[in-house]
């Protein structure tokens, strides 16, 4: 099955306007916070419980809300696409008392504005398909991450799913996001593939 850049489709404008976050925010709210605590759970068994962590490419901000209730020793920092003033996950941040530990960034994933080795983690939830150049969002995650920094990216597959729902036709395959991964320059990496999704791990415990 051919990729259909994500751009070229109706998806590629989804955050243009506000009622397209609370679209989204609605429809897939839960199932965001739900990949939060994931993110979460796996960072805490790590021993990522401290520090600063990025949620690159926040989106309706339920992922990075749900990663500062879960670590409450964490500064949690989303990076949006678009102004901060429009983005759910900010109201949510005040609704919840986490404005002292939860903020979002206006910025783009190829190049982020933050200095280098800035974060002790990163996380991301399907976001890699959706920017221009996945190659330069890669590069630019070990850029910002600490030496002994972790990534967790989880992301949707290119699979026959894509036939009933036109949204899988816009990702990668387990092999491209390996060839995406390398190209990047990410530190030492490992993928797992599951039914609709695949999940990359990088960091110190995935060193051979």
């Known amino acids: 099955m051919e990729r259909t850049p994500f751009g070229e489709t109706r998806y590629g404008a989804l955050f243009d ?13 839960a199932r965001s916070r739900k990949v939060g ?20 490419g926040a989106g309706s901000g339920d992922t ?20 901060v003033e429009d983005q759910a996950g900010e109201i949510q941040a005040d609704d919840r008392g986490l404005a ?12 982020m504005p933050f200095d280098d080795d800035h974060f002790h983690a990163v996380v991301s939830q399907d976001i890699l398909h959706c920017v221009p ?21 989880r992301n949707i597959r290119r699979c026959w799913l894509g036939w009933l729902d036109g949204v899988f ?8 996001v390996r060839d995406i991964l390398r190209e990047g320059g990410l530190r030492p990496w490992r993928i797992q593939v599951g039914f609709m999704t695949l999940t990359v791990e990088a960091g110190p415990h995935t060193a051979s």
């Open 37 to 56: 605590e994931s993110f979460a759970q796996r960072l805490a068994d790590l021993g990522v419980r401290e520090g600063r962590v990025l949620d690159a």
């Open 17 to 29: 306007d506000r009622e397209g976050v609370r679209k989204y925010a609605k429809h897939h709210g």
């Open 169 to 176: 036709k816009t990702a990668y395959t387990a092999h491209e």
């Open 100 to 111: 002292d530990r939860v903020s979002f960034v206006e910025g783009d994933c190829q190049a």
């Open 133 to 153: 150049d996945p190659v330069a969002m890669v590069s630019e995650i070990e850029r910002v991450l600490e030496p002994t920094g972790t990534l967790l990216l």
């Open 64 to 83: 990075a809300i749900a990663l500062a209730e879960a670590l409450p020793q964490m500064e949690v920092v989303g990076l949006l696409a678009r102004e």
